[in-house]
C-alpha cells in the first residue's frame, strides 16, 4: 500500500538549514521513495526557499492570514517536493529561520511557526485535493501546534507523528499568544498545550501527537528522566507506550568520499591512499604546520553547551601534550567562541579554527582528519560522527544519545570497533578518551581496523526509512479520534 505524508519543517536541506534538523527533513523523502512513501514537506517561504522553487503553482490564498496576506505554493526544488508557505510579513527576512541578524530571537516566532501548523492541519483535513496526506508528520516545536490543531478541528483527520530532533528547544511563549493563533481557550490547560503557565508548542505536540519519535534509541529512553526530559519527562513517561527511536541516517550522496568534489583527494575504504592529501590539504588550509605524523583532531558542531565543547577547551593542554593537532570549524556561543579562537592564536601551528558556517570546509575536515570528537553533553542522534564512520575519520565519542547507539568502543566489540567513547562526560574522561585516541593512531593496524570497520558500517537512510514506512503504515491502518 503506498502512503502520503505530509511533513512539516521549518528547515530543509540543501535550501536553507542551521543543524541537522535539515539534514533530515532533506534526506529522509527521497529515501522514502523507496519504501513507497510518497512525502511532501511543508515549508515557511523564507527567502531562500522562494528563490529555490522558481516556478511554482498557487493552491491557495487567504487576503488575511495571522496578520497579512498568504498563498500556499505547491513547487519543487530538485528532487524535493514542497509545499511552500508564501506569507511575506512572516518569513520575508533576512538570516536564520529564527533570529534576528543581531541574534536574538524574532518576537513573533509564536505566530511565524503556530502558522506553519495551521496550514498543515488544513492541508491534512483535505485542503489541497491534489494532495491528501495519510499521515502528518511533525518536526520539532515549529511543528508541534500541527497535531493541535488537528485534534481541536473536531473533524475527520490523518494520524500524526511528532518527531523529538532536541527537547532542549521548546517554543514556549506567552498564554496571550493563544487568542492570536485561533486556539481555543479550552486549549490551555494541563492535558493541553498550557506549560506553566505559558503556551508550549513541543510539550502542545507531545501531548497530542498519535506517536512520538525521537532520532535515536538511547535518547527515546534518556528523555524518559528528569534531567534527559528537559521538564517534560513526566509527559513522556505518561506517552511512552507511543513512543520510540529511530536513528538518523545521512545522505550518502552528499557524503561519499569516492565521489565528493568538495576535497581534493577522493578515497574508499579499499584504498584510503587520498587520505594524507586531504589532511595536508586541510592543515594548509587553517595555518597548521604541516606534519602527517600527528593526531589531527576535527570538530565540526554547533558552539553550545549541548555539545561539551567547553570541555575540549579544558583538555586542550593535554591534547596538545600528545602530540595532536585540533582543527575546529564551528559558531555559537560568543564566549566559546572567543575562547576558541584565543586557542588558535596561541597555538596556531597545532589548533586550527574557524568561526562560522562553510560546508566545504566540513567535508574537507571529515576527509582530511584522523579523528572526529563529540563530546556532547546531550545528543538526540548527531549526524557528524555518521559522516566521520563513513569518511574515515575516528570518532570519538560521549557515551550519549545517538552517539552512544551508532559508534562502537573497543571495550563494547574488540574487532568490530569502529570508535572511541567516553563516559561520565567530563573533561577528565574526555582526556583520558583523546589519551587512548592517541595511543590507537600510532599502532597503524589498529588505527585501519577502526576505519576500515567505521567505512563499513551502513550509516544511510535505507534502514530508517523502513522504520518510518512501517510506522507510517501501522498509523494510517488504525482511524484517529478527532
Ligand atoms: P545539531 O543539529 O545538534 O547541530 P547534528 O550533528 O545533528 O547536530 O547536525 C549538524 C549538521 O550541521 C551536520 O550536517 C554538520 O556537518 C553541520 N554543521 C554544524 N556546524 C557546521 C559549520 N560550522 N559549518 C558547516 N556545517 C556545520
Ligand atoms: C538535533 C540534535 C541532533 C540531531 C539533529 C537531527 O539538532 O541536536 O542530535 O542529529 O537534531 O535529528
Given at each position: 500500500m503506498s502512503v502520503r505524508v505530509l511533513s512539516v519543517a521549518s528547515e530543509i536541506y540543501p535550501i536553507i538549514k542551521t543543524g541537522g534538523l535539515a539534514d533530515v527533513a532533506g534526506a529522509l523523502p527521497p529515501a522514502l521513495k523507496a519504501e513507497a512513501v510518497e512525502v511532501r514537506t511543508l515549508v515557511p517561504g523564507y527567502p531562500q526557499v522562494m528563490r529555490a522553487i522558481g516556478m511554482a503553482e498557487e493552491v491557495l490564498r487567504w487576503p488575511e492570514f495571522f496578520g497579512g496576506a498568504g498563498r500556499l505554493l505547491l513547487g519543487k526544488a530538485d528532487e524535493l517536493e514542497l509545499f511552500v508557505l508564501d506569507a511575506p510579513h512572516l518569513y520575508?527576512?533576512?538570516?536564520?529561520?529564527?533570529?534576528?541578524p543581531e541574534g536574538v530571537?524574532?518576537?513573533d516566532n509564536g505566530v511565524r511557526f503556530a502558522a506553519l501548523s495551521r496550514i498543515a492541519a488544513d492541508i491534512g483535513l483535505g485542503a489541497v485535493p491534489a494532495f491528501v496526506p495519510d499521515v502528518v508528520h511533525a518536526h520539532d516545536?515549529?511543528?508541534?501546534?500541527a497535531p493541535v490543531y488537528l485534534h481541536y478541528s473536531g473533524r475527520p483527520r490523518p494520524p500524526t507523528v511528532m518527531t523529538v530532533h532536541?527537547?532542549?528547544y521548546q517554543g514556549r511563549f506567552q498564554q496571550d499568544l493563544l487568542g492570536r493563533i485561533g486556539l481555543?481557550?479550552?486549549?490551555?490547560?494541563l492535558h493541553g498545550v498550557e506549560y506553566y503557565g505559558e503556551v508550549s508548542f513541543m510539550k502542545a505536540g507531545l501531548q497530542f501527537a498519535d506517536h512520538i519519535t525521537t532520532v535515536s534509541p538511547t535518547y527515546a529512553k534518556e528523555i524518559l528522566d528528569e534531567e534527559g526530559g528537559m521538564g517534560l519527562a513526566g509527559l513522556l513517561r505518561e506517552r511512552s507506550g507511543a513512543l520510540s527511536g529511530i536513528l538518523n541516517g545521512i545522505d550518502i550522496r552528499v557524503w561519499n568520499p569516492a565521489t565528493?568534489?568538495?576535497?581534493p583527494g577522493r578515497f574508499n575504504a579499499r584504498d584510503l591512499a587520498a587520505r594524507p592529501a586531504n589532511k595536508a590539504a586541510l592543515q594548509r588550509r587553517l595555518g597548521?604546520?604541516?606534519?602527517?605524523d600527528s593526531c589531527l583532531v576535527g570538530v565540526i558542531s554547533?558552539?553550545?553547551?549541548?555539545?561539551?565543547?567547553d570541555l575540549l577547551l579544558e583538555v586542550l593542554p593535554a591534547l596538545l601534550d600528545e602530540g595532536m593537532q585540533l582543527a575546529l570549524l564551528g559558531s555559537g556561543d560568543a564566549d566559546l567562541q572567543e575562547r576558541f579562537s584565543a586557542a588558535a592564536n596561541a597555538n596556531p601551528e597545532r589548533v586550527g579554527v574557524f568561526i562560522g558556517y562553510d560546508e566545504g570546509l566540513a567535508h574537507l575536515i571529515q576527509a582530511g582528519a584522523d579523528a572526529l570528537v563529540v563530546p556532547s553533553?546531550?545528543?538526540?542522534?548527531?549526524l557528524t560522527q555518521l559522516c566521520a564512520l563513513r569518511y574515515g575519520a575516528v570518532p570519538v565519542v560521549s557515551r550519549v544519545g545517538g552517539l552512544e547507539d551508532t559508534v562502537l568502543d573497543p571495550a563494547d566489540a574488540a574487532g568490530a570497533a569502529t570508535g572511541i567513547k567516553f563516559a561520565p562526560v567530563t573533561a577528565e574522561h574526555l582526556a583520558r578518551a583523546l589519551r587512548r585516541t592517541a595511543f590507537a593512531f600510532h599502532d597503524k593496524c589498529a588505527w585501519r581496523r577502526l576505519q576500515h570497520n567505521g567505512m563499513a558500517?551502513?550509516?544511510?537512510?535505507r534502514g530508517p526509512a523502513k522504520q518510518y514506512a512501517e510506522l507510517y503504515r501501522r498509523l494510517a491502518r488504525t482511524p484517529a479520534s478527532a
Open positions: 520575508a527576512r533576512a538570516g536564520n529561520p529564527y533570529v534576528t530571537d524574532w518576537p516545536w515549529q511543528a508541534g501546534l532536541n527537547l532542549a481555543p481557550w479550552e486549549s490551555f490547560t565528493d568534489p568538495q576535497i597548521l604546520e604541516l606534519f602527517p554547533r558552539l553550545s553547551w549541548q555539545k561539551g565543547l553533553r546531550f545528543e538526540p542522534c548527531g558500517t551502513d550509516v544511510s537512510w
